[in-house]
């Protein structure tokens, strides 16, 4: 008996075998995820940095939150960015309607604050592009596993009682158990590397919500403050 991955995969029955296929299948599938989200999330967290450098000065400065309009441009890949320049676009638009003197800063920032949420609810959700697939994945692949095992049992059982394959030795059985605990084992590693995808871009998702929403509130202070015009 080859207990080598090879000699192990000739000795799998059909079950095993779809289950072993299925499982690497689901494995690249959540890695492409993964590493899509991480490219996703180290281009936001860096042009996230360098748009907050550069709107610091002109929210920190009386009369300048305007010449932010359009500054998120330069940094496409910053949800941030767009939150905060949907917030300072609002914010340039109802300056220049008839009656923006008479507005009170309170109706401006809830009008800007309004804009900012709808445009965060729709960044937070492209940053979950792909989280129910880890989900989906990690919660899946150890039953997956286990039907592939129920299999393995069966080939056991079924080579135990054939008298042709040497019924009744410990031998005969020892494919149809470790094909069983193979497919086992797959499935336990696929749902790991998914479990700790899910939780890290989770973490991820959390802080980058935070940054958000502490940079919106600062955005509509300054709006409430009277600094911005």
Same mark, same amino acid.
């Given at each position: ?34 590493? %899509? &989200?991480?490219? +996703?999330?180290? *281009? ?11 709107? /610091? $000065?002109? =929210? ?60 965060? %609810? &729709?960044?937070? +959700?492209?940053? *979950? ?11 899946? /692949? $150890?039953? =997956? ?60 998702? %959390? ?23």
């Amino acid at each position: 008996m080859d207990f080598t991955l090879v000699g192990l995969w000739h000795e799998m029955g059909f079950t095993a075998r779809a289950v072993v296929v299925v499982l690497v299948g689901m494995s690249l599938y959540a890695l492409s995820v993964a590493a %899509d &989200r991480l490219s +996703a999330f180290a *281009r936001g967290r860096k042009q996230s940095r360098l748009y907050i450098d550069a709107l /610091a $000065p002109l =929210v920190e400065q009386a009369g300048r939150l305007r010449e932010a309009v359009g500054l998120e441009k330069r940094f496409a890949g910053s949800p941030l960015a767009k939150v905060i320049g949907a917030g300072v676009h609002e914010y340039a638009r109802g300056m220049q309607r008839p009656n923006a003197a008479s507005a009170s800063p309170f109706d401006v920032a809830e009008i800007v604050n309004r804009a900012m949420e709808r445009s965060k %609810d &729709r960044e937070l +959700a492209g940053l *979950r592009r792909g989280m129910p697939v880890l989900a989906t994945v990690a919660s899946s /692949a $150890p039953f =997956v596993g286990l039907f592939g095992t129920v299999g393995g049992i069966i080939t056991a059982f079924q080579k135990l009682s054939d008298p042709t394959k040497g019924g009744g030795g410990i031998g005969t059985v020892s494919a149809g158990i470790a094909e069983a605990l193979i497919t086992t084992a797959v499935g336990l590693g696929v749902a790991i590397l998914s479990v700790w995808f899910y939780n890290y871009f989770t973490a991820r998702i %959390d802080d980058l919500t935070i940054d958000i929403d502490e940079t919106a509130s600062e955005l509509v202070d300054t709006i409430l403050r009277g600094e911005a015009g």
